[in-house]
């Protein structure tokens, strides 16, 4: 770890542990700021805890390729963290949960899933949580989701998102010329309307179906569509 301004940053973590407790002092300096947590914790962690005390992430603690972090299914943050984006867990394939405590004043968690504050947008949404997700109608950036929709494992329902639409296990932009994202539990054929002209990368990773007819409309198949 450095110390700058008597705050400590941790630099580096060497144990091989499941879980792992970032500790609030080091040297008796408060730990303010995670740089990097090292090659050991990305192999075998899976339940992280970050204190009260840790207010800010290195942009690449949670980066990698796909076998960093491969065990790391939940993360607990303490009240001080803020500057987190959905783009910082990519590298985290396995994550299952993200919890943040009650009184950080800028993000709120439900169901593992992290908020802004007052849930008008979606800040973290763990690759591998499972089961049905039912989105809130007060979000806001639901782009955030959808973008990333055939990455994740779980089954995103809404009633209410703009620009979006989901029909019978499918999800389309509003005016259905984008597919977006097929649910991993759709099994059978599916037919794609012919007002579809473009299909999202990762639109079919683990699908169950067994037969699909893409729209003739559509005109390029990019790479990991059928993933």
Known sequence: YMVQN???FITGFWYGQE???IPETLGGYPVKGIQDLGWEPR???VHLYIPDCVTMLGDSVFAGGESSWRNLRTISFGSGISGLSMDMFAGCKQLEAVDVAKDNAYYYSEDGVVYTKDMTEVVIF???KTGTYYLPDSVQNA???FDNLGELSASIEFEKVDGYVKE???VYNEDKTVLIAVDRDLTGSYVMPDSVTEIKRFAFQNSSLS???VSKNVTEI???TFY
């Open 6 to 8: 008597g705050m400590a």
């Open 19 to 21: 879980t792992v407790h």
């Open 43 to 45: 192999m075998n962690t």
């Open 126 to 128: 763990p690759l591998a």
């Open 143 to 145: 782009d955030a989701i």
């Open 168 to 170: 019978n296990g499918v």
């Open 211 to 213: 037969h699909v007819t």
């Open 222 to 224: 990019v790479y990991y």
